[in-house]
Every structure is written in C-alpha cells, then in structure tokens.
C-alpha cells in the first residue's frame, strides 16, 4: 500500500536538474509532495488532484498521472536549500476519515 | 508563533519504563496525528484524532494510547517501552482530516536503551 518512490538517493551539482516518480499500486484522488531535512520536520511542498494539472513552486514542480497512478517531481537549477528527503503521499479515502500513506522517500544532496 | 509544538524534544530512557509525549498546535485545526518514523526514515501514521475523537487507529500495540484533551491537544503515552520503539515521533495537524496539508511538530526523539 505504500507508494514506492525512485530513485532512492540522488547526488547532484548545484544547478543540476532532477526528477523524483512516485509510483501507487491504488488509485490516486490526490498526492502530496513533502520535504524533510535532515534532523527536522516534514514540511508540505504541493497538492497536485486528480486531472492532470502541473503545480509549481519556486522551481520545483509536479505532475500527477492519475491514469498510471504516478506523480512525478521535478527539481530545475538545483540549489543547496534543496538538500533532504523528498516523501510523496497518497491519500487513502475512508468514509469520514482519510489516511496520508508516505512513500519510501528519496534522499537528494546538492553539492556546491 | 509556533504551529505545531511538541514536547519533549529528546527522551532516552531505559526498557520497561512508561513515558508521555504531548502536541499543541495553535492553528485552529480540528484534526491531529501521530506518526513514527524509524530508521530507514519510513513514515507511518498510527493515530489520528477529529475534534477529540479517535478516527485512525493504526496496527499499533496496546502499549500506546493516545489522548486528546480537546482538539488544540494530542498526547501519547507509551507503557512498557521496548528497544524497537526507539524511533522519531511526530505529531501533526490538519484542517478537517479529509486529505489537506499536514503540518508537523518538530518530532519527538525517543531512545529506549
């Protein structure tokens, strides 16, 4: 049920591009992108709902294919605040109550 | 002002002994949570609570027990600790529980030795 996030870790050069994909095995309403630095919380990125549409913030954006149960991220001009584990979540439809299930998470560095 | 607070911010304590960790959030949500995240930075929700009342109850031990006071408070009490309850826990909020942005607490180290 967890949704299985690749590549695992990822090292780049500052101004480096990269993309993360977040893979479901159950249908997607919604996904949510997070980021952890190391030694502290989870903190939102975006929303991306089911139709499609690409969200942007700053220069990372995400797109959400609902039809192949994946969201991508995509990380343009890498700069070194981007360094930290990147969790994307998926939001599990209970009746009154929703579940967010995080992926396996990937590890980006940014290096000077 | 802090969001989402969370006390304490380190605990070691040894096997068998009984411990709390408490949340605050001042944002004026109705829905909090509790999750832990272990080594291999897996996280995992184990309880959520709506306006006081228990809606997730994860496949959790018994020896966790989570209390909501009212809906600005959620505290875990973990009885008996186990070295494999050693991990980061985080408390979190949300507006109504129904899939919006969660906002977390700075987590909570626990060290069972």
């Known amino acids: 049920q967890q949704p299985v996030q690749s590549p695992q870790a990822v090292i780049l050069r500052e101004g480096e591009d990269a993309v993360i994909n977040c893979s479901s095995s159950?249908?997607?309403?919604?996904v949510h992108w997070y980021r952890q630095k190391h030694g502290e919380a989870p903190v939102f990125l975006m929303i991306?709902?089911?139709?499609?549409e690409q969200k942007g913030h700053d220069k990372i954006s995400a797109s959400f294919n609902e039809k192949k149960q994946q969201s991508s991220l995509y990380l343009t001009a890498s700069q070194l605040s981007y360094s930290g584990t990147y969790f994307c979540?998926?939001?599990?439809?209970?009746?009154?109550?929703?579940?967010?299930?995080f992926g396996t998470g990937t590890l980006l560095a940014v290096q000077p | 002002d802090t969001a989402v607070s969370q006390t304490p911010k380190y605990l070691v304590t040894q096997m068998g002994n009984d411990k709390s960790i408490k949340c605050e959030q001042n944002?004026?949500?109705?829905?909090m949570y509790w999750y832990k995240q272990d080594s291999k930075k897996f996280l995992k929700i184990m309880f959520s609570?709506?306006?006081?009342?228990?809606?997730i109850n994860e496949t959790v031990p018994n020896r966790f027990s989570p209390k909501s006071p009212d809906k600005a408070h959620l505290n875990l009490h973990i009885n008996s600790l186990e070295l494999g309850d050693s991990a980061v826990y985080f408390c979190?909020?949300?507006?109504?529980?129904?899939?919006?942005?969660?906002?977390f607490g700075p987590g909570t180290r626990l060290l069972v030795l």
């Open positions: 159950k249908a997607l309403y919604s």
């Open positions: 944002l004026g949500h109705d829905t």
């Open positions: 609570y709506n306006n006081k009342e228990l809606i």
């Open positions: 979540g998926t939001v599990v439809y209970g009746g009154a109550t929703n579940k967010l299930i």
């Open positions: 979190a909020s949300s507006h109504t529980g129904r899939g919006e942005t969660q906002y």
């Open positions: 991306l709902l089911k139709g499609g």
